[in-house]
């Protein structure tokens, strides 16, 4: 990976602010996550926002965390990765996801933090 590891979170109503905003009072305040939400955002509108960003930091390597990928974020991300092709997206983020991408973003190679990340949601969610 080269340059910025940029994570954008896309997700309905506040739910990515509060998701990042209980990851940073755990890591502490975070540099390179960005948050988008669909609330009172068309289509075009949220697709604007996203294209906005990854524009912005057009160097940078792009994690797109959605929380349903059936959903508008989900929709809208897949489109503009049009974009920009290396972009993953990760549907279902959850927290222990973030927080690993926050914790080993800049270490090793993407194809791993790619896995980290995949298996780290998943992990998280469990039966007891």
């Known amino acids: 990976m080269g340059g910025e590891v940029l994570g954008i979170v896309v997700t309905h109503?506040?739910?990515?602010?509060?998701?990042?905003?209980?990851?940073?009072g755990i890591v502490g305040p975070q540099q390179g996550v960005e948050i988008i939400t669909n609330t009172g955002a068309s289509l075009q509108g949220l697709?604007?926002?996203?294209?906005s960003l990854i524009a912005?930091?057009?160097?940078s390597t792009f994690y797109l965390f959605v929380d349903l990928m059936g959903g508008s974020c989900g929709f809208v991300c897949q489109e503009?990765?049009?974009?920009?092709?290396?972009?993953?997206i990760f549907s279902g983020v959850n927290l222990p996801m973030i927080l690993?991408?926050?914790?080993?973003?800049?270490?090793?190679?993407?194809?791993?933090?790619?896995?980290?990340l995949l298996t780290r949601g998943r992990d998280g969610i469990q039966i007891l």
């Open 80 to 88: 503009v990765r049009r974009q920009a092709p290396g972009a993953v």
């Open 13 to 24: 109503g506040s739910f990515g602010k509060e998701l990042i905003r209980t990851a940073e």
């Open 56 to 59: 912005k930091h057009q160097h």
């Open 100 to 116: 690993e991408f926050f914790h080993h973003r800049n270490r090793g190679g993407d194809s791993e933090l790619r896995e980290r």
């Open 47 to 51: 697709s604007e926002d996203v294209r």
